[in-house]
């Protein structure tokens, strides 16, 4: 019997047993210790990066290639032209067999510095990283908490919930990063809820099995300690106590991962944070509108995140930002549906990526000149490495700065 089978049975057995005694309110158990964490990690007082995922795909036609015509001309204009910005326009995902230009894929090519064939773990397109993500070789290097070390997530992509540590035995969970999304607040919320006794009987054992079903989405995680963190309760107690429980009152869509990360660097301080936005993705649906207007928000959303690192002391002249999309979009004018990304076509590969930040951490010139060079994705992860100071020996790509 392989591991998911053991696991899927045992939670089986144990939802039946509790069935026999739905009325009977479990003991709270004493908490068990946390595995220990190695000593002599070094003290982290580099500067913070915010790495953007322009997810959902998005061309270099809407955003980069003409300044009159963009629909994100704060991440155009000012982020690279005004504030020393280094530009990539020819960023592409490598056209090789096994490679999707896909988000998630994307997602996972960016935090690994690998181009990886990934299987689905089952079925709605759940992957686990293959190499070590950019957080387990930062953690690793460095004493930083999990709670300082984010993924910022949108509220319909679960299966993202879980790339916050690889399968590689050196790194793993031990270093993993921490995701705030509206589906972590809702199993916060629902785990406070039946600790603080307010459901009883059989809507208790109902609450107890929903809970128990959210929380194995990530079947790795064994010890629910670990992704139950003192600072994130903390922060979604506040988040409760502002918002309330009802999700209609909090920001929805991209707009809800700015308000997300705004509250990050105010309240948790974080050194790396990757948001990952998801909007224009709504273009499936067909109006052209979906699309540039997603755009728009997180341009809209990336100002407001730029004017709340300038405003903070411990942010301003020491917070670098790197953008860069998941994947492109196809650009086929005869589909009955525009802008899809499924493909596999020319456009749906190509990207660009941005790296802007003070003088110390990313060379600036006179005049902003984009780097026309061919580059790839997967060497956003090596410059994170560079920036940061921390080595990324699986990513098999240089960084993009190896050259500016």
Known sequence: MNRRDFLQ???????????LSFAYQQPQLPPQPDEPEPQGRMAYDGPNVILVRYGGGVRRRETIEDASRTYCPFIYHELWKRHGGLLFPNVEIESQEGIVTSHAQGTLYVLTG???????????????PQAPTIFEYFRRKYDVPPSQALIINGEDRIDEEFYTFSNDHVFGIRYRSTVLSLYRFKTYLLRKRIAAGEFVGHELEQKRRELERMENHDYRVENRRLVALPEIDAFWDRWEHYYGRSGFVNPRGDRLLTTLTLWAIRELRPKLMM??????????????????????????GVREI????????????NTVFVIVPDCGRDSNRAMPVPYQHHFNSRSAHEIFALVAGPRRFVPHQREPVARARPQQ???VA??????????????NAQSLLAEA
């Open 275 to 300: 948001i990952n936005y998801q909007d224009p993705d709504y273009v499936h649906w067909g109006p052209r509108q979906f699309y540039t207007r997603a755009i728009a928000i997180i341009d809209e």
């Open 9 to 19: 049975k045992t939670a089986a057995l144990t939802a039946a047993g509790a069935s």
């Open 306 to 317: 730029y004017s709340a690192t300038q405003a903070d002391e411990a942010y301003r002249a």
């Open 382 to 395: 090596r410059t994170i490495g560079q920036i940061m100071n921390f080595e990324t020996p699986h990513a």
């Open 377 to 379: 994705q997967t060497q």
């Open 114 to 128: 690998k181009y990886d064939r990934y299987n689905d773990i089952e079925t709605g397109g759940r992957f686990v």
